[in-house]
């Protein structure tokens, strides 16, 4: 109980709510840098992922990405890439870039091999170009795995955004770095709650937009969201992931 | 600047932290692998139970793992606990999510033959569910056991981590060929286990072999 108050006690602090260290400010802070990063690797895997899906072309750069994505952790790039780019911003950036594309371009990849081939074909057959196949086929059936993927990225950038603090990035896990650094457990917990709610609001929101992608031509049968990333694992993986 | 001599003259200390990561992540996925293998039992016979039980274990997936070892540590304290219960609970939605699929993937003319050859319900699950079951259960432990590797690092900050320490300690003193050790160390060693799970995965499915030969 002793605990809790501690927390209450955070959150309650007037200093909290304004100024740099602020939670308005850490949670902006938080959103822009993961919000840049998650457009920054939709621009890269998107096209890459939507010509590999449609051609078949390059396979291997898909799920390459998407196994080494897994291999390398994100805690080890952001060490890494700190004596190259200093403090903060343009450490964090790069690290979590890495991160955000492999599951974007693997969902694009399998959502757009995944479409019926016999579908493709008929609209082959009705003399659709290549563009016209892929805009008015191809991306339509596909989007809710590409959506799920882009949901995967974002949650994982979001979560992993927390360990950017360490190379003094700012964000939310300004809190949990410096609450472990002062062993002020109102700030470790306070912050810790934060950057929970912000994850789960971001794989919350993004689920509701998932799911209103479906083709209505497709709706009733399984959610198709579900199953792309795992195929490229081979396997059935979590198609979101905190880090 | 970087002082690349560090790396021979403490090969010793690498190996030790790299004992100590694969030490952490063997006790995770395999407690991890228990604790998922009897949910995924009562899963399997009671399905209305699946939906609530893979939403919690995706709950605990998506908090960040810097926040629930924040959690954690008012309770558990800096320690190898705090450590596991969350490396661990980063296993869950993996794992029982593949062992759930591998028992449903056992069709149901094969269990009726089991049926009709005597098995009893608690045989057929042992001889015949759970080695079809085999190769998803194999790939849900090479993702748990990846990820596990990779997130052992984070465990550098509550005072484990294994390489991930020799990467803290080396980034905190400026002491970047003890980063870069450190990293390439992870890597391989996600690399080399994840090759030794599939080598696993064919041993004990001997039957694919062959009729893949």
Redesign the interface.
């Known amino acids: 109980m002793e605990l809790l108050r501690e927390v209450a006690d955070w959150f309650a602090d007037p200093a909290r709510w304004t100024g740099t260290d602020g939670i308005p400010n850490r949670l902006v802070e938080h959103v822009t840098l993961s919000g840049l990063v998650v457009v920054a690797a939709l621009a890269i895997a998107l096209p890459i992922g939507l010509y590999i899906g449609h051609t078949g072309r390059a396979a291997i750069v898909a799920i390459g990405a998407a196994n080494l994505g897994r291999a390398v952790p994100s805690y080890a790039l952001l060490l890494v890439f700190f004596p190259f780019f200093g403090l903060g911003f343009g450490t964090a950036f790069p690290a979590l870039l890495l991160l955000a594309i492999p599951p974007i371009l693997t969902n694009t990849y399998v959502g757009l091999r995944d479409v019926d081939r016999d579908t493709v074909e008929a609209a082959r057959g009705m003399g659709m170009t290549e563009w016209q196949l892929l805009r008015g086929v191809e991306l339509p059936i596909a989007l809710p795995v590409i959506v799920a993927g882009i949901r995967t990225s974002a949650v994982q950038v979001v979560a992993t955004a927390t360990l950017a603090a360490l190379v003094a990035g700012g964000g939310l896990g300004r809190y949990i770095v410096d609450g472990f650094a002062l062993q002020d457990d109102g700030r470790l917990i306070g912050g810790a709650v934060l950057v929970a709610l912000l994850a789960l609001a971001t794989e919350r929101v993004l689920t509701l937009v998932e799911r209103r992608l479906v083709s209505p031509g497709l709706r009733g049968g399984s959610r198709p969201g579900g199953q792309a990333y795992e195929m490229a694992g081979q396997a059935p993986a979590p198609v979101t992931t905190g880090v | 600047m970087?002082r690349w001599e560090w790396i021979p003259a403490n090969l010793g200390q690498l190996f030790a932290a790299l004992v100590d990561h694969l030490i952490l992540t063997g006790i995770a996925v395999g407690v991890g692998f228990a604790i998922s293998l009897a949910l995924a039992i009562v899963v399997h016979r009671w399905r209305s139970l699946y939906a609530p039980i893979a939403g919690t274990a995706?709950?605990l997936?998506?908090?960040?793992?810097?926040?629930?070892f924040?959690?954690l540590?008012?309770f558990t304290g800096l320690s190898l606990l705090t450590a596991e219960i969350g490396l661990v609970s980063?296993t869950l939605?993996?794992l029982l999510?593949?062992i759930v699929?591998g028992l449903d993937s056992v069709s149901p003319e094969v269990q009726e033959a089991a049926e009709g050859m005597g098995y009893t319900a608690g045989q057929r699950f042992l001889r015949v569910e759970l080695p079809l079951a085999t190769p998803?259960i194999v790939?849900?432990l090479?993702?748990a056991t990846?990820?596990t590797?990779?997130?052992v690092?984070?465990t550098?900050?509550?005072g484990e981590g294994g390489l991930?320490q020799v990467?803290?300690r080396?980034?905190n003193f400026r002491n970047?060929a003890a980063?870069?050790a450190?990293?390439v160390a992870?890597?391989l060693l996600?690399?080399v286990v994840?090759l030794a799970l599939v080598a696993l995965g064919r041993l004990a499915t001997p039957w694919a072999r062959a009729r893949g030969a």
Not at chain 2, 61 to 68: D, H, V
């Open positions: 970087i995706g709950i997936y998506t908090i960040p793992s810097l926040a629930l924040a959690f540590v008012p980063y939605l993996i999510r593949n699929a998803l790939a849900g090479r993702i990846v990820t590797i990779g997130l690092m984070v550098a900050l509550i991930g990467m803290l080396g980034f970047y980063v870069y450190g990293a992870t890597v996600a690399i994840d």
